[in-house]
C-alpha cells in the first residue's frame, strides 16, 4: 500500500498556471507507474495524466495535451504535475495515483489514491 499527499491546489485566474505535487510514502517509488485524474462537481473522475516507473514514457488526456506536463523526480517520491492556460473547464479536485510498474487509464487498475486537492480557475 502506498500512501499519496497531494499539494499546490488552489485558486487561478483563466490563462494562469499551478503546479501539483504528489508525495508518496514507500520505499519503492521508482517501482510506481504514476498519474493525475480529476473530478468536477456531479461528474466522473477521469484521467489526466500518466507516466512510467521510469519517466520514460508520459500519457495525457486530449483535453490538456499542450498545457499540461507530468514528470516525477524517484530521488523525492514526487509525482508533479505542471497545468498551463489553465481554463474554467480545468476545475476540479485533482487526484494522484499510483500503480505497479505499467500504467492504467482504467480506474478498477488502480489501487492507491491520494485525498485530492482542488483546482478552482475562474473566468
Known amino acids: 500500500q502506498v500512501q499519496l499527499v497531494e499539494s499546490g491546489g488552489g485558486l487561478v485566474q483563466a490563462g494562469g498556471s499551478l503546479r501539483l505535487s504528489c508525495q508518496a510514502t514507500t520505499r519503492t517509488f521508482s517501482n510506481y507507474a504514476m498519474g493525475w485524474f480529476r473530478q468536477a462537481p456531479g461528474q466522473e473522475r477521469e484521467f489526466v495524466a500518466g507516466i512510467s516507473w521510469s519517466g520514460g514514457r508520459t500519457y495525457y488526456a486530449d483535453s490538456v495535451k499542450g498545457r499540461f506536463t507530468i514528470s516525477r523526480d524517484n530521488a523525492w517520491n514526487t509525482v508533479y504535475l505542471q497545468m498551463n492556460s489553465l481554463k474554467p473547464e480545468d476545475t476540479a479536485v485533482y487526484y494522484c495515483?499510483?500503480?505497479?510498474?505499467?500504467?492504467?487509464?482504467?480506474?478498477?487498475?488502480?489501487?492507491?489514491w491520494g485525498q485530492g486537492t482542488q483546482v478552482t480557475v475562474s473566468s
Open positions: 495515483t499510483g500503480r505497479l510498474w505499467t500504467w492504467s487509464v482504467d480506474i478498477s487498475d488502480l489501487p492507491n
